[in-house]
Nanobody
Framework: QVQLVESGGGLVQAGGSLRLSCAASGRTIRSYAMGWFRQAPGKERDFVARISWSGGGTYYADSVKGRFTISRDNAKNTVYLQMNSLKPEDTAVYYC???????????????WGQGTQVTVSS
């Protein structure tokens, strides 16, 4: 199985930037679509961004469109989420997930990381 570990979270001021990383191990993520999700206290887990297995397609929640950018480096087996113009409502635990077509159809996520906390103040 593939293991996913998020990093890069922290405390930032509103308007600041942060880059999250999702490092995969165990297997290559080359053929996986990858996604980022987030969950705020007392809220359901929400979709944030998705990148296709080829890197040719990206998709974003309306709430982050224009501010966040998802990217991948398959050579490093890593996915990133660049977050700019952060708002207090972006505060959440951010999770990385992998969509393996050999497990379930694309659109369903099969592997999840443990999350990294992002807190936006002011």
């Amino acid at each position: 199985q593939v293991q996913l570990v998020e990093s890069g979270g922290g405390l930032v001021q509103a308007g600041g930037s942060l880059r999250l990383s999702c490092a995969a191990s165990g297997r290559t993520i080359r053929s996986y679509a990858m996604g980022w999700f987030r969950q705020a206290p007392g809220k359901e887990r929400d979709f944030v961004a998705r990148i296709s297995w080829s890197g040719g397609g990206t998709y974003y929640a309306d709430s982050v469109k224009g501010r966040f950018t998802i990217s991948r480096d398959n050579a490093k087996n890593t996915v990133y989420l660049q977050m700019n113009s952060l708002k207090p409502e972006d505060t959440a635990v951010y999770y990385c997930a992998a969509d393996d077509p050999l497990v379930t159809a694309f659109g369903q996520y099969d592997y999840w990381g443990q999350g990294t906390q992002v807190t936006v103040s002011s």
